[in-house]
């Protein structure tokens, strides 16, 4: 592969003339990306776009995303994500996907929660296949104490599905390490929804232990 792509380089630096076919150059990057040759996909897109070509850049740019993943590349794939985004194209649902499971793997908070915030954010078609994705990154949030960010992204997600109970015990014993019982309150309040007995049991516990 290679060789194929050191022709097809040659053949547009030394050619009077020489012009890419959308098409080919499709079928180029596609064997590229099964080559995980990521860095001349790039190249041949930047250069395809230069000549003023259009190509099916959405499929690209998800392939080349997944791609980086694979092999742990999370920055490279991050940089394509916010290109995409720069073009208004929108990434895959399973382009998210990948990107937050081996943020929330690595224990990436800021990140994760941006990139999840960004796909709850868009018009796609959602199903309850979305929740562990979701409780995952609530999870992270509530570990590094950042429960109001986590329940505002809550908020955000009840308009998509309902959550579990996993996460309002996840937001509820967050406010409860906080010892910000004034907000868990109001938490529960407003959305109408209980912690189960155990995190319940916590919350009287660290009352009686404040007052």
Same mark, same amino acid.
């Given at each position: 592969?290679?060789? $194929?792509?050191? $022709?097809?380089?040659?053949?547009?630096?030394?050619? @009077?003339?020489?012009?890419?076919?959308?098409?080919?150059?499709?079928?180029?990057?596609?064997? =590229? #990306?099964?080559?995980?040759?990521?860095?001349?996909?790039?190249?041949?897109?930047?250069?395809?776009?230069?000549?003023?070509?259009?190509?099916?850049?959405?499929?690209?740019?998800?392939?080349?995303?997944?791609?980086?993943?694979?092999?742990?590349?999370?920055?490279?794939? #991050?940089?394509?994500?916010?290109?995409?985004?720069?073009?208004?194209?929108?990434?895959?649902?399973?382009?998210?996907?990948?990107?937050?499971?081996? =943020?929330?793997?690595?224990?990436?908070?800021? =990140?994760?929660?941006?990139?999840?915030?960004?796909?709850?954010?868009?018009?796609?078609?959602?199903?309850?296949?979305?929740?562990?994705?979701?409780?995952?990154?609530?999870?992270?949030?509530?570990?590094?104490?950042?429960?109001?960010?986590?329940?505002?992204?809550?908020?955000?997600?009840?308009?998509?599905?309902?959550?579990?109970? !996993?996460? #309002?015990?996840?937001?509820?014993?967050?406010?409860?390490?906080?010892?910000?019982?004034?907000?868990?309150?109001?938490?529960?309040?407003? !959305?109408?929804?209980?912690?189960?007995? #155990?995190?319940?049991?916590?919350? $009287?516990?660290?009352?009686?232990? @404040?007052?």
């Amino acid at each position: 592969m290679g060789m $194929i792509w050191e $022709i097809v380089k040659s053949g547009s630096e030394k050619v @009077k003339g020489f012009k890419r076919l959308p098409r080919s150059s499709e079928v180029m990057a596609s064997m =590229l #990306i099964q080559a995980r040759m990521f860095k001349e996909v790039e190249l041949l897109v930047l250069e395809v776009e230069r000549e003023g070509i259009l190509l099916d850049s959405h499929g690209i740019f998800c392939s080349l995303i997944e791609g980086y993943v694979g092999v742990g590349d999370l920055e490279s794939a #991050i940089l394509v994500s916010d290109k995409m985004r720069g073009q208004q194209l929108v990434p895959s649902l399973s382009c998210y996907h990948a990107l937050i499971d081996v =943020l929330i793997e690595r224990r990436q908070t800021q =990140l994760a929660f941006q990139v999840y915030l960004d796909m709850v954010e868009l018009d796609v078609h959602w199903s309850d296949k979305e929740m562990p994705a979701f409780e995952n990154v609530i999870r992270l949030l509530c570990d590094d104490g950042r429960v109001q960010e986590a329940r505002n992204l809550f908020k955000k997600v009840l308009l998509r599905f309902k959550p579990s109970s !996993l996460v #309002i015990n996840e937001i509820a014993c967050g406010y409860c390490e906080k010892k910000d019982f004034e907000d868990l309150l109001r938490f529960l309040v407003e !959305l109408k929804c209980v912690p189960d007995i #155990i995190v319940g049991n916590k919350i $009287i516990y660290n009352l009686w232990r @404040k007052f």
